[in-house]
Nanobody
């Protein structure tokens, strides 16, 4: 069973930065893609960033360049660097890994941005 463990969330002031980590229980080369999603209260879960097995990086059309996804193959870890955080970035951030049509999710890490 694939396990994903997120870390790095917390409380930060507006304009600050955070880096989230997602540690996978197996080689990230086993996954077609990995990514970060977030869900704010009362809203649907949405894509933040995604990286495919081949290294292609995808951001939603709404992305404004403040977030950067990366990975460390040897550490079985992906990261999300978030800069210039805004109050609207407050959400639970989830790591997701895909194997064919199946998706695996972490428990999520809370990010709270105070204005």
């Amino acid at each position: 069973q694939v396990q994903l463990v997120e870390s790095g969330g917390g409380l930060v002031q507006a304009g600050g930065s955070l880096q989230l980590s997602c540690l996978a229980s197996e080689s990230i080369f086993n996954f077609n893609a990995m990514g970060w999603y977030r869900q704010a209260p009362g809203r649907q879960r949405e894509l933040v960033a995604r990286i495919t097995l081949g290294g292609r990086i995808e951001y939603p059309d709404s992305a404004d360049g403040r977030f950067t996804i990366s990975r460390d193959n040897g550490m079985n870890t992906i990261y999300l660097r978030m800069n210039d955080l805004k109050s609207e970035d407050t959400a639970v951030y989830y790591c997701c890994a895909n194997i064919l049509s199946r998706s695996y999710w972490g428990q999520g890490t809370q990010v709270t941005v105070s204005s």
